[in-house]
């Protein structure tokens, strides 16, 4: 371990370092590891969209012409399909516009203005009120709750999801405290995913709040990267059986299955949470976009079907997962400057620096063209009391920008890491 070194060798490493940033630095590099996008090989893996449903093909199964007003649940042939993918009820599964992102916010707006089921008052009327924010955790959703001034407590994750312990304590306290952010499967940025002790107690907690929501942000159910295919327990069946069936919101979408800006977004719940969904929906709007719907049920065909679709993406983005870990395994094995996840599924890495050098790391990365995700971002307020994390997002670029990506990373992580350590001694 390069930890117990003297001044002498840190120096000789360091000077190394020093060098190969200089020669990247003069390469003129323009590369992106920052969004979690998909590659334009796997957006063409659903070109059949564009043609798709087909001249003359207008009617859903039931008849529906897609092309006019009306239907806002969504097309139900395109419901079943991922109500299984998604453990929800075929009849609790809505169908929406292309991103689950807006449903989210929209679901802070409505629950802001309008009371939700269990509750005495609307959000907005119950003074402060609080959310729970895994960390690391994912960007957005921490925009959506700094957007409407609701106060995130950070909870840490653990390698089962988030903890427990922290988690049921809070709740079970403070009635202030409306709901907690959760991406069950392949999480954004970690790669961990829910155990079914955490999803049992996330659905049996009790809660002071008795308008308590789980923001089930399934982003990635279906986002393998390896044979195994990840399961999760079904936290709508827990939570009902629990006699909580109001508590979870679940969100997900296509963006990452078919075309991130032009896919469907989904969100399930109990009967009476849709009762309320579609009650403020209907003052939004007079119905999604079936045609949507309909070429995507005609495309995907079944929950097979999709993941069957999803073998195709993982076939392309795999040995952009492998590459970056074999690289990061060649560069910093032993170097003690970092530890990095190895996930299953999803589109992240999370690399983990010693504390004090991640925004340093990002900032030396930029400066010889390489962007990375803002050190900080997977926490509220893109705050990272440790300034330790940073998130790889391997998918977009092509292997070889990729490979150049990581490797200048690693440069940065020796450069600012033998710096601090060298300074401490
Ligand atoms: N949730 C998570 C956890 C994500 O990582 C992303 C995309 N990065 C989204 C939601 C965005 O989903 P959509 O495209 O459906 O709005």
Redesign the pocket.
């Known amino acids: 371990m390069t930890t117990d070194l003297g001044a002498q060798d840190l120096t000789a490493l360091l000077d190394s370092a020093r060098q190969d940033y200089s020669e990247l630095a003069g390469r003129g590099l323009k590369l992106d590891l920052t969004?979690?996008k998909p590659a334009p090989d796997q957006l063409d893996l659903s070109n059949e969209l564009l043609t798709l449903p087909g001249e003359g093909v207008l009617k859903a199964a039931d008849g529906t012409d897609t092309r006019n007003y009306g239907g806002l649940n969504g097309l139900p042939e395109l419901r079943a399909i991922f109500a299984e993918l998604l453990q929800v009820p075929v009849a609790q599964l809505l169908a929406s516009g292309?991103?689950?992102?807006?449903l989210?916010h929209d679901a802070f707006v409505q629950a802001l203005l309008s009371p939700l089921p269990g509750a005495q008052s609307r959000w907005v009327d119950q003074g402060p009120i609080k959310f729970l924010a895994p960390v690391p955790g994912?960007d957005?959703?921490f925009s959506i709750c700094e957007r409407f001034g609701i106060e995130m407590i950070p909870v840490p994750m653990t390698e089962t999801g988030p903890d427990m312990e922290v988690v049921t304590r809070l709740v079970a306290a403070d009635a202030s405290i409306k709901g907690i952010w959760a991406?069950p499967k392949y999480?954004?940025p970690t790669g961990v995913t829910y155990s079914d002790d955490t999803v049992r107690q996330l659905a049996e907690m009790p809660t002071a709040a008795p308008d308590f929501r789980i923001f089930w942000?399934n982003?990635?159910s279906v986002h393998h990267l390896t044979d195994e295919r990840v399961e999760v327990a079904d936290v709508l069946a827990l939570a009902t059986a629990a006699g909580h069936a109001d508590r979870v919101f679940v969100?997900?979408?296509t963006?990452?299955i078919t075309f991130?800006g032009a896919?469907v977004?989904f969100f399930g719940a109990s009967e009476a949470n849709v009762k309320w969904w579609l009650g403020n929906l209907s003052k939004r709007s007079i119905g999604p976009d079936k045609v949507n719907h309909l070429r995507h049920a005609a495309f995907l065909g079944s929950a097979e079907g999709v993941l069957a679709h999803m073998d195709k993406h993982r076939a392309l983005i795999a040995p952009k997962f492998q590459a970056t870990l074999r690289i990061l395994s060649e560069q910093l094995d032993g170097t003690g400057l970092g530890t990095w996840t190895e996930p299953k599924g999803g589109?992240f890495i999370t690399l983990e620096v010693p504390e004090g050098t991640a925004s340093d790391i990002v900032a030396r990365a930029a400066e010889i063209g390489v962007a990375l995700t803002p050190a900080g971002a997977a926490h509220p307020l893109g705050q990272d009391p440790k300034d330790s994390i940073i998130r790889i997002a391997p998918t977009f670029p092509t292997l070889e920008n990729l490979e150049a990506a990581v490797l200048a990373l690693t440069t940065c992580v020796k450069l600012v890491g033998y710096e601090q350590r060298l300074k401490q001694q």
């Open positions: 969004r979690g292309n991103s689950s992102l807006e989210m994912y957005r959703h991406i999480s954004n942000d982003a990635y969100f997900g979408s963006s990452k991130a896919g977004g589109y």
